[in-house]
């Protein structure tokens, strides 16, 4: 299975992103997604997660109402909109596949078998 996360960018604060995630090698279907991401010196941090089906989605606090994920099967993609961005954003931004498919109520980095390589979001003021 393979992740590619791209979409990143430079951001005025206020603004919005879209990241994109394509899942190749096996049906995106089969996993339950997320996103997380890691600022310079910072530990990486979850963000947002969907289950399978799309039908549960979970968000860090700090994102709550600012994130959305999403997903589209049968495109083998997920993806995760990002408004009203903040300078705190700023990180380089990995999306991961959980092999059973739901979403547990505190996600974490060991809850995730495949990630992809990153991609950069820089928010400048």
């Known amino acids: 299975v393979q992740l590619q996360a791209s979409g990143g960018g430079l951001v005025q604060a206020g603004g919005s992103l879209r990241l994109s995630c394509a899942v190749s090698?096996?049906?995106?279907?089969?996993?339950?997604m997320g996103w997380f991401r890691q600022a310079p010196g910072k530990e990486r941090e979850f963000v947002a997660a969907?289950?399978?089906?799309?039908?549960?989605?979970r968000y860090a606090d700090s994102v709550k109402g600012r994130f959305t994920i999403s997903r589209d099967n049968a495109k083998n993609t997920v993806f995760l909109q990002m408004n009203s961005l903040k300078l705190e954003d700023t990180a380089v931004y990995y999306c991961?596949?959980?092999?059973?498919?739901?979403?547990?109520?505190?996600?974490?980095?060991?809850?995730?078998?495949?990630w992809g390589q990153g991609t950069q979001v820089t928010v400048s003021s």
């Open positions: 969907i289950s399978w089906s799309g039908g549960v989605a």
């Open positions: 991961a596949a959980d092999r059973r498919k739901w979403v547990p109520d505190f996600p974490s980095e060991s809850d995730y078998d495949y």
């Open positions: 090698g096996r049906s995106v279907g089969t996993y339950a």
